[in-house]
């Protein structure tokens, strides 16, 4: 699984643009035209740069009556189909006048190279680029078997094993959570628990980043 490369930072700016063009929805052409020269805005709201999910909801805002475009992996020959949220489709969201725009995408497996374009009235272009990771792999997660205390007045028992980096571990007692485990620089983890009287099911949960899960179960007894 790919490590995420935030490309640049998400939140407000404004860019000059360096050409100034006039996406056409009627076809694959892109129509130049002149611009002002002026500055546009363009604000992306957070998107993640891991995902398990191949849709991809966009939203932020713009100047007023601007039309927005989403590109992939630098392919501008036309923009990508957005779902609306009363579930029509387009390839360019027109602004109202506060400017605020939402849609939702489909992402490609493994790494995208995602482009935001805004073009107001004058033509002109802002842009901003995220680089998304969807990992739909569930994290490697191997677990030692755990055996029955040799104290049986603490009822302690030792929880070790490997996993992927980055991956956030919880460990639960009969679907009770007992607590998280820190994974270690090597992958491994270990973790001190104490047990309940009697037959009970100790489950470890590994979740990665794009939040894939894996779990490993096992039934413990204690006398």
């Not at 130049?32 to 709201?45: A, F, K, M, N, S």
């Not at 630098?74 to 957005?82: E, T, V």
């Not at 990992?135 to 929880?159: A, G, S």
């Given at each position: 699984?790919?490590?995420?490369?935030?490309?640049?930072?998400?939140?407000?700016?404004?860019?000059?643009?360096?050409?100034?063009?006039?996406?056409?929805?009627?076809?694959?052409?892109?129509?130049?035209?002149?611009?002002?020269?002026?500055?546009?805005?363009?604000?992306?709201?957070?998107?993640?740069?891991?995902?398990?999910?191949?849709?991809?909801?966009?939203?932020g805002v713009t100047e007023g009556e601007a039309d927005v475009e989403f590109?992939?992996?630098?392919?501008?020959?036309?923009?990508?189909?957005?779902?609306?949220?009363?579930?029509?489709?387009?390839?360019?969201?027109?602004?109202?006048?506060?400017?605020?725009?939402?849609?939702?995408?489909?992402?490609?497996?493994?790494?995208?190279?995602?482009?935001?374009?805004?073009?107001?009235?004058?033509?002109?272009?802002?842009?901003?680029?995220?680089?998304?990771?969807?990992?739909?792999?569930?994290?490697?997660?191997?677990?030692?078997?755990?055996?029955?205390?040799?104290?049986?007045?603490?009822?302690?028992?030792?929880?070790?094993?490997?996993?992927?980096?980055?991956?956030?571990?919880?460990?639960?007692?009969?679907?009770?959570?007992?607590?998280?485990?820190?994974?270690?620089?090597?992958?491994?983890?270990?973790?001190?628990?104490?047990?309940?009287?009697g037959l009970q099911v100790v489950k470890v949960e590994a979740v990665d980043?794009?939040?894939?899960?894996?779990?490993?179960?096992?039934?413990?007894?204690?006398?």
């Amino acid at each position: 699984m790919g490590t995420p490369i935030a490309l640049q930072k998400q939140g407000p700016c404004k860019i000059i643009p360096s050409t100034r063009r006039k996406s056409l929805q009627d076809g694959f052409k892109t129509e130049i035209l002149p611009g002002t020269g002026d500055e546009v805005e363009l604000q992306v709201y957070d998107l993640p740069e891991l995902t398990n999910n191949y849709s991809l909801m966009i939203s932020g805002v713009t100047e007023g009556e601007a039309d927005v475009e989403f590109f992939l992996n630098l392919d501008f020959s036309i923009a990508k189909l957005i779902t609306l949220l009363d579930g029509s489709t387009t390839r360019k969201i027109e602004t109202s006048d506060t400017g605020q725009f939402i849609g939702v995408i489909t992402l490609f497996p493994e790494e995208n190279l995602l482009t935001v374009r805004t073009t107001d009235s004058d033509y002109n272009i802002g842009e901003q680029e995220f680089i998304i990771n969807v990992d739909t792999l569930e994290p490697e997660l191997v677990v030692e078997t755990i055996t029955t205390p040799r104290n049986l007045l603490t009822r302690i028992v030792n929880i070790s094993g490997f996993t992927e980096q980055g991956a956030l571990l919880e460990v639960f007692i009969d679907n009770n959570s007992i607590g998280t485990i820190l994974v270690a620089e090597d992958n491994s983890f270990s973790m001190s628990i104490s047990l309940n009287d009697g037959l009970q099911v100790v489950k470890v949960e590994a979740v990665d980043g794009a939040g894939n899960k894996n779990s490993h179960e096992q039934e413990v007894e204690v006398d």
